[in-house]
């Protein structure tokens, strides 16, 4: 099977850069994926990861090792609606795509 | 541009109520997805989808069952609905092969309480 650890609760500042970690366990690993999740709503893509390295899009990054099964995302320059659950999934070659109980980011003034 | 359409969106369901969630796609999307989200928790896969005719078991199946008859719909359906069904379910699809997971979209999500 597969087993995604992340973070809980994290709490940031506004303005500031927070990294958000991802630990997973799996076979037939076939990419990481970053969601977006505000209370209330489904979760929105924010970036995909299948090779080793950063990736950069805006004021978001996430980054790869698949030797160690770790990724995090970065956001930088926090702001007040970046106050979110971000969830980390995996997805393997046999289709399925797990996610992680999400980390609940709180940035505050 | 319609995505991902899951109805319905609210439900109330009696103890052992049937009850069907309709999921379709319009972006020709061979795979689908159904998760179950409990409060401040995370998804939990409950079946999916490789194609059309084609189904499998998730993380938590039990209480659910699904079909697959077109490319486009992927129906759960709650035969005997428990307490424990309780939860935000969330219809997703995507495009993907051995080599390639494309992003995964999903639907608004449905709210169901058992009662």
């Known amino acids: 099977g597969q087993n995604i650890d992340q973070p809980t609760e994290m709490t940031a500042t506004e303005g500031a850069i927070v990294q958000i970690n991802c630990t997973y366990q799996?076979?037939?690993?076939?990419?990481l994926f970053w969601y977006q999740q505000h209370a209330g709503e489904a979760p929105t893509f924010l970036s995909y990861?299948?090779?080793?390295g950063l990736e950069e899009k805006g004021r978001f990054s996430s980054f790869l090792s698949r030797s160690k099964g770790y990724s995090y995302l970065l956001l930088k320059e926090l702001q007040m609606k970046d106050s979110a659950s971000y969830l980390c999934?995996?997805?393997?070659?046999?289709?399925?795509?797990?996610f992680g109980d999400g980390t609940t980011l709180t940035v505050k003034p | 541009n319609a995505g991902v359409t899951q109805t319905p969106k609210f439900r109330i369901l009696k103890i052992g109520q049937s009850m069907t969630l309709q999921c379709t796609q319009d972006m020709n999307h061979n795979y689908m997805y159904w998760y179950r989200q409990d409060p401040g928790m995370g998804l939990k896969l409950i079946y999916y989808?490789?194609?059309?005719?084609?189904?499998d078991k998730g993380e938590v199946p039990n209480g659910y069952n699904v079909s697959r008859s077109t490319t486009e719909d992927f129906p759960l359906r709650l035969e005997l609905a428990a307490p424990s069904q309780t939860s935000v379910y969330f219809c997703?699809?995507?495009?993907?092969?051995?080599?390639?997971?494309?992003?995964?979209?999903f639907g608004e999500g449905s709210w169901l309480t058992v009662v």
């Open positions: 999934a995996v997805t393997t070659n046999a289709g399925k795509s797990t």
């Open positions: 799996t076979s037939g690993f076939n990419g």
């Open positions: 990861n299948v090779l080793d």
């Open positions: 997703a699809s995507s495009y993907s092969r051995r080599d390639m997971t494309d992003t995964i979209y």
């Open positions: 989808s490789v194609g059309a005719g084609i189904t």
